[in-house]
Nanobody, 127 residues
C-alpha cells in the first residue's frame, strides 16, 4: 500500500518561510507516478492546487496566488517532493496536502485525478 507522509508544517509570522516535505512509502515506482502536486484547503473553502511537477520534467506549475513565493521540487530517487514557501501571508493559512497521480493528460491542478494523498500538514501564518 502506498502512503504519503507530509512534514514541515507549523506556525510562522507574515513574511516567514516553511519547507514542506512529502515522502512516499510502500510499493510506488517513481516511473509510474506521472505528477506530484501540493494542494491546500482552508476552513470553509474548496481544496485548491498550489503547485505541481511532472516526473517527465514538465513544470513546475504554480497557482497564481503563490507564484514567485513557493517552489516545488522533486527527488525521484527518494520519492520525495518538497514545497519551499517564502514570504508567507495570512491567506496561505490552510491544511496542505501532497498527492501523487498515475494518469496522463489532465491539468496538474485537478485533484480528482490524483490517486494517493497524504494526511495533511497545517500551515498557519499570523499577521
Amino acid at each position: 500500500e502506498v502512503q504519503l507522509a507530509e512534514s514541515g508544517g507549523g506556525s510562522v509570522q507574515t513574511g516567514g518561510s516553511l519547507r514542506l516535505s512529502c515522502k512516499a512509502s510502500g510499493v510506488i515506482d517513481s516511473k509510474t507516478v506521472t505528477c506530484w502536486g501540493w494542494f491546500r484547503q482552508a476552513p470553509g473553502k474548496e481544496r485548491e492546487g498550489v503547485a505541481g511537477i511532472y516526473t517527465s520534467g514538465l513544470g513546475p506549475y504554480y497557482a497564481d496566488s503563490v507564484k514567485g513565493r513557493f517552489t516545488i521540487s522533486l527527488d525521484n530517487a527518494e520519492n520525495t517532493v518538497y514545497l519551499q514557501m517564502n514570504s508567507l501571508k495570512p491567506e496561505d493559512t490552510a491544511l496542505y496536502y501532497c498527492a501523487a497521480r498515475l494518469t496522463y493528460g489532465q491539468s496538474w491542478s485537478e485533484a480528482y485525478w490524483y490517486s494517493y494523498w497524504g494526511q495533511g500538514t497545517q500551515v498557519t501564518v499570523s499577521s
